[in-house]
């Protein structure tokens, strides 16, 4: 695997985990703000649009790793090596 392969997967295994904890921190905040009216105290805090944003996170997070995690499990075996143009064009052989 190169260095750009490499790079690239831990920048997506970055970005997943991230999504999914701040998803879910909001996800538990919002479901706590729409349960209870004494969360916070003066106006009535958005627990719905709080729930609304961490649910769509978690989906982004989801997708994530459907798109980009699921089909390296599933790799095709290598294809056969193929001679080189100098054995091809070698006389000799």
Partial sequence: MGFWQALGRGLIKLLVSL????GVGLLVIGEAARLDPDF???R???GGLLTGIGA???TAAAMLVLLFFI????RRS???PRESRR???DPRS
């Fill in 19 to 22: 999504l999914a904890g701040f």
């Fill in 40 to 42: 916070w105290r003066g």
């Fill in 44 to 46: 009535e805090p958005a």
């Fill in 56 to 58: 769509g996170l978690l």
């Fill in 71 to 74: 089909p390296w499990w599933f």
């Fill in 78 to 80: 290598p294809p056969p």
């Fill in 87 to 89: 054995e091809a064009m």
